[in-house]
């Protein structure tokens, strides 16, 4: 398998990713047990982690609607042990949140030490739906900053600095997918009963967006995508693919944490006589 390589600035376009490229995958049965197995390699790995408790794992997931970041939650974290893993959706800020810096709330969310978080949409919707949206999302004052975006690619990168140097390791996944497949599904999500309440209007409407919002997402990664916070890509059309890769790579940075549970304690009257 072709795991993707972290996104390099100075070479990186998006457009050259193929959204359904197999990574050299073949098997599809053959690949989810892989991923089972690795599933579970990272539900040890946790359990470590937790009993380490001096490092944390920070996870961002960013995608286009129906990229399929719930289901690559569902599948790579299958085996963690709830206690040790939090999961965060960073929605339109609230009146509190709005009188602080944009980086303010996604701070408290950030994962304690011994624990796996997760970002499901994080402060990148600061760079990217935000500036999408600039004229009715953005304060009157910022608006007339043409440099307000790179600024805050400037803040994120020192933020992501400032988590990485106190060992809280960071790694962050897009999950890429067409035009054509987020098409498919989000007709796919109408039809089914169970699925079909997660839809609304804005989901469709929003596709108008779409070469707009491929720009953003480029920019964003091409300017955050450093050796202490890595982006990757990952080709998403296929759900199979998009889950080993992210599974790899997730139990790939734990592994390189190499967390030290701590050594038992004796028992009184336990040491040799």
């Known amino acids: 398998m072709k795991i993707p390589k972290p996104v390099s600035a100075d070479r990186f376009r998006l457009a050259d990713i193929d959204s359904a490229d197999h990574l050299g995958l073949e098997n599809k049965d053959h690949t989810r047990e892989k991923t089972e197995r690795i599933t579970q390699e990272i539900g040890d790995l946790q359990q470590q ?9 920070l996870v961002v997931l960013q995608g286009m609607d129906t990229a399929g970041k719930d289901g690559t939650i569902r599948r790579v974290f299958d085996h963690v042990n709830p206690a040790g893993v939090h999961v965060c959706s960073f929605k339109t800020p609230s009146a509190e949140e709005k009188l602080h ?8 969310r950030v994962p304690a030490y011994g624990q796996i978080g997760i970002f499901n949409r994080s402060h990148y919707e600061d760079v990217l739906i935000v500036r999408v949206h600039a004229d009715q999302m953005l304060p009157p004052h910022l608006r007339r900053d043409r440099h307000i975006f790179q600024r805050r690619f400037d803040m994120i990168n020192a933020f992501e600095d400032s988590l990485s140097l106190s060992r809280i390791k960071i790694i962050k996944f897009f999950l890429h ?6 098409k498919a599904r989000l007709e796919a999500r109408e ?8 839809l609304s209007a804005s989901d469709f409407a929003e596709r108008k967006y779409w070469d707009r919002y491929q720009t953003c ?16 890509v990952i080709p998403s059309d296929h759900k199979w693919v998009r889950d080993i890769c992210v599974a790899t790579l997730v139990r790939d940075a734990l592994l390189s944490m ?3 549970p701590p050594m ?7 040491a040799a006589k």
């Open 191 to 198: 039809q089914e009963r169970d699925k079909n309440w997660k």
């Open 217 to 232: 997402y480029q920019d964003a990664i091409a300017h955050t995508s450093t050796p202490r916070a890595p982006w990757y």
């Open 177 to 182: 997918i067409s035009k054509a497949e987020q």
């Open 49 to 57: 982690l937790f009993a380490d408790s001096t490092q944390a794992l």
């Open 101 to 108: 810096d944009f980086l303010w709330r996604v701070h408290q």
């Open 264 to 270: 038992p304690v004796d028992k009184p009257g336990s």
């Open 258 to 260: 190499k967390p030290r």
